[in-house]
């Protein structure tokens, strides 16, 4: 099945500068790679999504990549504030079920 | 606001109990799903299900049940709870032909 993989585990930011987390996944059928925000104690919200046949996704402060070629996606936030500390999934699938990596920290430190 | 609702919120039960866990669902979907979040391990799934009679085995399903009463009903039991199994469960949803999931509030699970 499929596994993906999500670094670094904890990243801590300044407020106003950009953060970039990682995922690399191993089923090259997986075709949909969407970012859940998880903040504490609440449930894990979809945040933006990119399909495996476009390659940049933005939607506002929020940016993801995919490289289809190396398996790996990765989300960016810019101009960070302290909101946007929180754990973030990435996932990686069909139309049929999702493969959660384990999460990042994101602290914002105003 | 169409929505996906999990109950209980929190339970704590002692080793060897049976329980249920129940979620239900406004939005329409096909696809109920049930994780298990524990910390530094992300979001595992346990069972799925496409429509009433059917049942999938996730990646942990060992030590849980699950039974789909209807559409908007999917419901994981743990028929001997034991301490590992204290965790935070979520049930999710999706639709048919698309992978987001929307996750309910959670349930919180302390076996003693």
């Known amino acids: 099945g499929e596994n993906v993989e999500q670094h670094p585990s904890t990243l801590s930011v300044q407020e106003g500068d950009s953060a970039v987390i990682k995922c690399t996944y191993s089923d090259s059928a997986s075709n949909y790679f969407p970012w859940y925000k998880q903040e504490l104690g609440k449930r894990p919200q979809l945040i933006i999504d990119i399909r495996s046949n476009v390659g940049e996704k933005k939607d506002q402060r929020i940016a993801v990549t995919l490289n289809k070629t190396a398996k790996h996606f990765s989300l960016h936030i810019t101009e960070t504030q302290p909101e946007d500390s929180a754990v973030y999934f990435c996932a990686a699938g069909g139309n049929n079920r999702l493969a959660f990596g384990k999460g990042n920290q994101v602290v914002v430190i105003p | 606001d169409a929505d996906v609702t999990q109950t209980p919120r929190n339970r704590i039960t002692k080793t060897g109990k049976r329980i249920m866990l129940e979620c239900s669902q406004t939005?329409?979907?096909?696809?109920m799903y049930w994780y298990r979040q524990d910390p530094g391990l992300g979001l595992r799934l346990i069972y799925y299900s496409f429509d009433v009679k059917d049942i999938n085995k996730g990646e942990i399903s060992d030590g849980y049940s699950v039974s789909r009463q209807a559409q908007a009903k999917f419901s994981l039991s743990l028929e001997s709870a034991i301490p590992n199994q204290t965790a935070l469960y979520f049930c999710?949803?999706?639709?048919?032909?698309?992978?987001?999931?929307?996750f309910g509030q959670g349930t919180r699970l302390t076996v003693v």
């Open positions: 999710a949803t999706s639709a048919l032909g698309t992978a987001e999931a929307f």
């Open positions: 939005k329409g979907h096909d696809r």
